[in-house]
């Protein structure tokens, strides 16, 4: 196993401080405590990477007592004492969800997410909320009403986003899993731009029950872990259906881990030729060539495909996106929670609330997709968009039912860039080019490390049909074994 | 389809969002540049192509339209802007100003 954890003590894996909770080496408290003396020593909070947003310390001490007191959570859990951080969208009991959002400010939810419900099940204790892009809108965690967060690679270039913080968590070593959430990349993309696994579940793998909605037939609630073993723990935990979620999938569990030391004879990885474009990184090329080369080695056959309409990705994302987000975001109006600027009247309180309260990004993308789904613009725009939508996915489904079983390709066009870098909305909304499409079509698809280029990480992803996340995990597993201290130079 | 001054402001009204005439100029800007990079959908062929409405192998179900509310571990005046006796108060509408029943 050492070789899987590359650079880290297995002592801080999910597994190594589970194990040692029960056996009783140590306690859930004691678990905690140490998780929090990372973040310190990584400097997670405002003034270091900004990482970490909102936390309570004696609370979270207190609940992991009342674990080991009140429950046999900590005898059997799979996370038992496992200290674990959670995006600022998914809703917590105890401590504030709001979204990076001043709308939202200070908001506690009266629920709690399903994912987190079964995290806590497994024995995990939850330590913090991570900072994001507002609203999940952002590919560098920059646009967070916050503060931008920073890359514990290098604290001059962004984490990546939305779910930035959460990868920055990781990354710095202080967890060894953390919930995000993705609607266009914003798990896989962190992942790779802080050298970490990021897995986006297949669409319905995982309840949304308390997830704020940002644009609801793509959103969903993804996993970092610091190696592939922490990300399939943590996503076999969470997995599987919710009656609190209609669109959470009746579909069985498979124990993710158990994928690990799956041989890799005769399955079939395809190389889809857009996602090597001649604008690519030659070094990101020469990384992934390389895990081409151990896919090989492995018994793997790679097989050149194509998927004609990924270069569409974008432009249909950031149309679908938008006016879902439109539409979804329309309940925020100072009402019923969080933000409300009083004005002369309901109508003068909506635009006062709404004005103040969000950002420059979301209220872009507000208005965009409004824009697209007003009279007159509706079919040229959002019509059209949803119908090559149906393009891309076929493209999926045709070269899955061709005979291959799994896609690898980058993560990212480039590692992650300085603060700052990218001014134009549209130049940033690129970063998603190679991970927007799994979103569209609503497979499973993961980050994990597979190299640096001048000491930053390069993120290689896997893509699988619908409910295949098992063999995804597969793959990786053996991929991270095989490349080991290499998938981080 | 170049978005006008006149579409930003539209759009803005319809979602509630006040826009200053210094930023809605720059929205202008920015909305024609993002749409003008969706021209690349305009040259693709989907005649006869669903538009998808939903994702993956089970389309987009429904819950079923029954059931108790969401069971709610905060009360709601933890969470709602202004509450009385129980119930979220809403600011009064403009067409609405000579009622009685301050709710400020």
Same mark, same amino acid.
């Given at each position: 196993m050492s070789e899987r954890r590359a650079a880290r003590p297995p002592e801080t894996s999910a597994r190594g401080i589970a194990e040692r909770v029960r056996d009783g080496d140590i306690t859930a408290e004691r678990a905690a405590r140490e998780a929090f003396v990372r973040g310190d020593d990584a400097r997670v909070g405002p003034d270091g990477l900004n990482a970490l947003l909102w936390t309570d310390r004696e609370a979270t001490l207190d609940a992991a007592r009342g674990h080991a007191t009140e429950s046999d959570f900590v005898d059997r859990g799979d996370l038992a004492g496992v200290?674990?951080? @959670?995006?600022?969208?998914i809703a917590t009991l105890? /401590?504030?969800?709001?979204? *990076?959002? !001043?709308? /939202?400010? *200070?908001?506690?939810?009266?629920?709690?997410?399903?994912?987190?419900?079964?995290?806590?099940?497994? $024995?995990?204790?939850?330590?913090g909320k991570t900072n994001m892009d507002e609203f999940a809108m952002g590919s560098s965690t920059e646009n967070s009403a916050f503060g931008p967060a920073r890359n514990p690679r290098d604290r001059s270039r962004v984490p990546g986003g939305s779910?930035?913080?959460?990868?920055?968590? @990781?990354?710095?070593g202080m967890v060894p899993i953390a919930l995000g959430s993705e609607t266009g990349g914003s798990v896989r993309q962190p992942a790779a731009f802080c050298g970490i696994v990021g897995v986006k579940p297949t669409y319905g793998r995982v309840s949304r029950y308390g997830l704020v909605a940002f644009a609801s037939s793509l959103d969903q609630i993804g996993v970092f872990g610091a190696t592939v073993d922490d990300a399939a723990i943590g996503l076999q935990t969470i997995a599987g259906r919710d009656v609190m979620d209609a669109t959470s999938a009746d579909v069985p569990v498979e124990?993710?881990?158990?994928?690990? $030391?799956?041989?890799?004879? *005769?399955?079939?990885? $395809? !190389?889809?030729?857009?996602?090597?474009?001649?604008? /690519?990184?030659?070094?990101i090329r020469e990384k992934c060539d390389r895990a081409f080369d151990a896919f090989r080695k492995l018994g793997a056959e790679v097989r050149d495909v194509s998927l004609p309409h990924t270069d569409l990705a974008i432009p249909v994302y950031y149309i679908v996106a938008p006016a879902e987000a439109s539409s979804n975001l329309a309940r925020f109006d100072g009402v019923r929670y969080g933000l409300r600027v009083p004005a002369d009247g309901l109508a003068a309180t909506y635009e006062a609330t709404r004005s103040r309260g969000f950002g420059k990004e979301v209220t872009r993308r507000i208005l965009l997709g409004t824009y697209v789904l007003s009279a007159?613009?509706?079919?040229?725009y959002y019509k059209k968009a949803q119908q090559v939508r149906t393009l891309i996915a076929d493209d999926f489904r045709e070269v899955f039912a061709s005979g291959v079983h799994l896609l690898f390709t980058p993560t990212t066009p480039s590692p992650a860039f300085p603060l700052g870098a990218k001014a134009d909305p549209y130049e940033m909304y690129m970063s998603d080019i190679f991970t927007a499409?799994?979103?569209?079509? $609503?497979?499973p698809a993961m980050s994990q490390p597979i190299g640096a280029v001048d000491g930053l990480p390069i993120g290689g992803q896997l893509i699988a049909p619908h409910f295949d996340e098992a063999r995804m995990f597969g793959a990786a597993y053996a991929l991270e074994a095989a490349l080991g201290a290499e998938a981080l130079r | 389809m170049a978005v006008t001054i006149d579409d930003v402001k539209h759009v803005a009204r319809l979602a509630r969002l006040g826009v200053t005439e210094e930023r809605a100029g720059e929205l202008v800007a920015e909305l024609n540049g993002i749409l003008g990079h969706m021209a690349a959908l305009e040259k693709v062929d989907v005649e006869g192509v669903m538009a998808a409405d939903g994702v993956g192998a089970l389309g987009m179900p429904l819950r079923v339209d029954s059931g108790a509310p969401y069971p709610l571990r905060h009360p709601l005046d933890a969470f709602a802007p202004a509450t009385r006796d129980g119930f979220i108060l809403v600011p009064r509408l403009a067409s609405h100003e000579d009622a009685s029943e301050e709710t400020e």
């Open positions: 200290p674990i951080a @959670v995006k600022d969208n105890t /401590l504030p969800t709001s979204c *990076g959002s !001043r709308i /939202l400010e *200070g908001y506690v939810s009266p629920f709690e997410a399903t994912a987190v419900t079964r995290l806590r099940n497994a $024995g995990a204790t939850i330590v779910s930035g913080g959460s990868a920055a968590v @990781v990354a710095a124990r993710y881990v158990e994928a690990s $030391g799956a041989s890799l004879a *005769g399955l079939v990885i $395809g !190389r889809p030729k857009e996602y090597f474009p001649d604008f /690519l990184d030659a070094r007159g613009y509706y079919d040229a499409t799994a979103n569209l079509a $609503g497979v | -």
